[in-house]
C-alpha cells in the first residue's frame, strides 16, 4: 500500500514529463501538472485545499528575486544586442589572426564570449554559424571541428551567464543568486573553456590544418538567401551579423567586462545588470548605435519586461508552485531514500543527483524542461538527506544542485544525439551553410567542450577533488553529514 502510495504521488512529475516530450511548452505543461499535484495531494495525502494553496504561495515567494532578476535581464539582453556590445564581440574575434588550425578555437572563444553577452545558446549560435563556418571554409579548416567547437561555445552562457533564462532559473529553483553561483563555478567553467581551447588546437594539429586565409571576406558569404532564412528562423541573429557587417566599435565590449567583472568581484546581481544596461545605453551613443530615451524605454525596456513577463516568469512562478506541493506531500521522498542508500557520503549523494540531471534532460531532451523537472526533486533529496552544521555550508550545496541542473542541461545537450538542441543546430547549419551534410551526431564527436564539462563535473563532484579548485570545493564531512550515517553514529 504504501508503494502503491508512493507511486501516485509522483504522478504529477510523470505527466509534467509527458507533456514536455510530447512538445507542449512548459507555460501549458506547468499548470496542469500543478492541478494534478494539487488533486494528487488532497486525495492521496489527504492534504486541505489551503495547505496545498499556502505550501505554492511561500514556495512562489522563494523565487521571487529571480523573478525580477530574469525581467531586467531581459532588458540587458535587448540593449546588448541592439547597441552593439554582441557584434563588437564578434568583430574582435575577427580581427585576431584566424587559420585553419586556429579558427575552431577562435570561434568557441567567441561564441563563449558572445553567449555570455546575450544569455542565449540558440541565438548565438543562429549569428555565428554563417560567420565561423564560412570563415572555415576559407581558410581550409575542418568543418566539422569548427560545427562542434561553435556549438559548445554558444552554450558556455547559458550555464555561467548573468542573463540566461537556464542560469536564472536553475538558480531560482535551488534558491541561490546568480552571481554567488558565477563565483562559485567561475573558475571551474574557465577550466573548462581553456581545456577545450587547447583540445581544439591539439586535434586542429593532428589533422594538419595549417591553411591561412582572409577573414574580412567572410561577410561576403552571408547571401541573401542566408539572410531570409535568418530573418524566418532567427530575427535577432540577423541584427547581430548587420552589425558586424556595418562594423562596432571595439570599445562596446566594455559593458560585457564591466558586468562580468562585478560579478566576481561578487556585487548585486541587480546593480551588475543596471551597469551593463546604462554603460551599453551611454557608449552606443558614441558608436552611432544608440537611441532616444523615449525609444530607449518603449523598445528595450518595455518589450524586454514583456518578453520576459509572457513567458518565462510565469512558467517560473506555476513551476515553483508545483514544487510546493509537492514537496508538501513528500512526493520525492522514494527518490531521495534510494539515493541515499547508494550515497556513503554527502559528496556521492550530490554526485548522483548530477547523474539524476543528466538523466533527465536525456529522457526529456530539453534543457529546461529538465531543469524545471529535475530540479525540484535533487533539492529535495538534498534537503531530506543532509544536515548541514552552518546555512553558509547548505547554501553551497544549494549551489551545486543548482550547477548540475544548469550544465547537465546546456551541456548535457551537445552529449545527447535526439535532443532538441541538435535539432534546431542541424536546422541552422543547413540553411546557412549547405556545401556539407551536417548530421545531429556530428556534433558530438568533438565537443570537447561539452565533454570536458560533464566529465570533469562528475569526476570533481564525486571524487572530492572539487577541493583543489578555487570557490568550487563542496563542503564535507563533518560540516555536512549524511542523516543515515549519523543514525548509524548515534546508535553505535
Known sequence: ??????????????????????????????????????????????????????????????????????????????????????????????????????????????????????????????????????????????????????????CFGDNIGLISDTTIVSSGIQGVQVTDRIRHQGVWSGSCLVLAVIAFFVAATVMGLNGTGDASTVMDNITPEIQAFLEEKRPTALDLLNQVASGVPIYMVIPLILVIGLAVLGVNTFACIGSGIISSYILSFFAGTGCGIKAFLDDYVYKGIADAGSWVVPMMMWVAAFGGVMQLMDAFAPLAELIAKMSKKVRHL???????????????????????????????????????????????????????????????????????????????????????????????????????????????TFTGLDRFVPMFKMPTEPEVQLKKNMKKDMAA
Not at 580581427?95 to 563563449?112: F, I, P, Q, S, Y
Not at 548530477?354 to 529538465?370: F, I
Not at 534546431?424 to 551536417?438: A, D, E, Q, S, W
Open 350 to 460: 550530490l554526485g548522483w543527483n548530477a547523474v539524476l540531471s543528466l538523466l533527465g534532460n536525456a529522457a526529456l531532451a530539453d534543457e529546461m524542461a529538465q531543469i524545471v523537472t529535475i530540479g525540484p526533486v535533487i533539492k529535495q533529496v538534498t534537503e531530506d538527506n543532509v544536515v548541514c552544521e552552518s546555512e553558509e555550508a547548505a547554501y553551497k550545496l544549494k549551489l551545486r544542485n543548482a550547477t548540475f541542473g544548469d550544465a547537465m542541461g546546456v551541456f548535457g545537450s551537445q552529449l545527447i544525439p535526439w535532443h532538441v538542441y541538435l535539432g534546431f543546430y542541424v536546422g541552422i547549419v543547413k540553411g546557412v551553410y549547405p556545401l556539407v551534410p551536417i548530421t545531429n551526431m556530428d556534433f558530438i564527436k568533438f565537443n570537447f567542450m561539452a565533454m570536458i564539462a560533464v566529465a570533469s563535473l562528475l569526476i570533481l
Open 1 to 154: 500500500m504504501n508503494f502503491l502510495k508512493a507511486s501516485v504521488k509522483f504522478v504529477p512529475v510523470i505527466i509534467l514529463a509527458v507533456l514536455m516530450i510530447t512538445g507542449l511548452d512548459a507555460m501549458i505543461a506547468a499548470p496542469i501538472a500543478f492541478i494534478c499535484a494539487v488533486i494528487v495531494a488532497m486525495t492521496v495525502a489527504k492534504k486541505k485545499w489551503q495547505e496545498c494553496l499556502d505550501a505554492a504561495m511561500n514556495s512562489v515567494k522563494n523565487i521571487l528575486v529571480a523573478l525580477f532578476i530574469l525581467m531586467i535581464a531581459y532588458v540587458m539582453v535587448n540593449c546588448f544586442t541592439s547597441f552593439g556590445v554582441g557584434a563588437a564581440v564578434v568583430n574582435l574575434a575577427l580581427k585576431l589572426g584566424v587559420t585553419a588550425k586556429t579558427v575552431a578555437c577562435v570561434g568557441l572563444v567567441c561564441t563563449a564570449l558572445l553567449s555570455v553577452a546575450t544569455g542565449t545558446s540558440w541565438g548565438t549560435f543562429a549569428a555565428c554559424a554563417p560567420i565561423f563556418l564560412w570563415l572555415s571554409h576559407i581558410v581550409g579548416g575542418d568543418i566539422y571541428l569548427t560545427v562542434c567547437a561553435i556549438a559548445g561555445g554558444s
